[in-house]
């Protein structure tokens, strides 16, 4: 499978019909913890440039997921 080749259409219909299931719910709570989504007691310190670009990806990533299973954004223009 090429995702270079997907466009952006494509990919949402490949992420919200993995997501949708009952094991997509489980990875998408997966994601969300892992990727600091969740209210904690208190912000860790991040430490170092390395630790902030680590970071900064997996919020990222998560962001994406989320992006690409909203059937809003994708929806046709009027």
Known sequence: MDLAAMNE???HGHVHAALATPSGQVLREFL??????????A????????QV???????????L???FE?????????
Do not use: I
């Open 43 to 50: 912000p860790g310190p991040w430490q170092g440039g390395e």
């Open 53 to 63: 670009e680590f970071r900064y990806g997996r919020m990222t990533l998560f962001q």
């Open 9 to 11: 259409r494509e990919l």
């Open 32 to 41: 969300r913890t892992h990727c600091f989504m969740r209210p904690a007691p």
């Open 70 to 78: 909203n059937p809003e954004n994708f929806k046709a223009k009027e």
């Open 65 to 67: 997921v989320e992006y």
